[in-house]
């Protein structure tokens, strides 16, 4: 049986699992979560009923949680991307700074996202505020990290930039990357350029009018 991706081609976690399967050029079928494909929600819950996706699907093995399924990809179905180091400090740098754009970048997103979900606005405003002083918090620390690296943990492309790349698109449409973090702009830009980001972010662009925020014209 071949790998199957369960997810929502709009989700960041999702996107964070794409990059790494089409920096790879991994084969794979998607597996669309919504209204339209009842069957594939009703086989992700079976296979997963604490409701989170992505899901991989490799033969009879379900593997969830986006950090754990890439590092998977990279044991069972490795490619001429090393998303992970061979070099176990290297590597744990590479999981702090996934772990830095999931925690500190992509959380509090989604916490604005809830809060405009409710329809209320005051949770709406309350929710724009939290993530403001979250980003604030993670954009200026980015700044100083960026100052002699292409990528998240170096010259190379690893596990971080999956993460990076995702959080970083719907942050900058949550809270605006000011001009005083240019270096974390210039990396933003990096990402969007990158051909695997920018195939999932293009998959994606039919949904943006749902975004709860509001999708701003660019991107």
Request: with cysteine.
């Given at each position: 049986?071949?790998?199957?991706l369960?997810?929502?081609s709009?989700?960041?976690y999702?996107?964070?699992?794409?990059?790494?399967?089409?920096?790879?050029?991994?084969?794979f079928?998607f597996?669309?979560?919504?209204?339209?494909?009842?069957?594939?929600?009703?086989?992700?819950?079976?296979?997963?009923p604490?409701?989170?996706?992505?899901l991989?699907?490799?033969?009879?093995?379900?593997?969830?949680?986006?950090?754990?399924?890439?590092?998977?990809?990279?044991?069972m179905?490795?490619?001429?991307?090393?998303?992970?180091?061979?070099?176990?400090?290297?590597?744990l740098?590479?999981?702090?700074?996934?772990?830095?754009?999931?925690?500190?970048?992509?959380?509090?997103?989604?916490?604005a996202?809830?809060?405009a979900?409710?329809?209320?606005?005051?949770?709406?405003?309350?929710?724009?505020?939290?993530?403001?002083?979250?980003?604030?918090l993670?954009?200026?620390?980015?700044?100083?990290?960026?100052?002699?690296?292409?990528?998240?943990?170096?010259a190379?492309?690893?596990?971080?930039?999956?993460?990076?790349?995702?959080?970083?698109?719907?942050?900058?449409?949550?809270?605006?990357?000011?001009?005083?973090?240019?270096?974390?702009?210039?990396?933003?830009?990096?990402?969007?350029?990158?051909?695997?980001?920018?195939?999932?972010?293009?998959e994606?662009?039919w949904?943006r009018?749902?975004?709860p925020?509001g999708?701003?014209?660019?991107?």
């Amino acid at each position: 049986m071949s790998l199957a991706l369960y997810g929502h081609s709009f989700s960041s976690y999702t996107q964070k699992v794409l990059i790494a399967l089409y920096e790879n050029g991994t084969p794979f079928e998607f597996r669309g979560i919504g209204p339209e494909t009842p069957q594939h929600s009703a086989e992700w819950l079976r296979r997963w009923p604490l409701r989170k996706f992505p899901l991989l699907v490799d033969g009879e093995r379900n593997v969830v949680e986006t950090s754990i399924i890439i590092e998977y990809l990279q044991l069972m179905h490795p490619g001429p991307v090393r998303l992970l180091p061979p070099e176990p400090m290297a590597a744990l740098d590479v999981r702090f700074l996934d772990r830095f754009f999931d925690l500190h970048v992509m959380s509090p997103v989604q916490h604005a996202v809830s809060g405009a979900l409710t329809g209320d606005p005051a949770k709406r405003q309350d929710g724009l505020a939290f993530a403001t002083e979250k980003l604030e918090l993670a954009y200026n620390w980015l700044e100083g990290h960026l100052s002699d690296r292409t990528w998240a943990a170096g010259a190379e492309f690893t596990l971080a930039d999956c993460a990076a790349a995702p959080s970083l698109f719907y942050a900058d449409w949550t809270h605006r990357i000011a001009e005083a973090f240019p270096r974390v702009r210039a990396y933003r830009a990096r990402l969007l350029a990158r051909p695997s980001f920018a195939r999932a972010v293009e998959e994606a662009r039919w949904f943006r009018p749902n975004f709860p925020l509001g999708a701003p014209d660019r991107d």
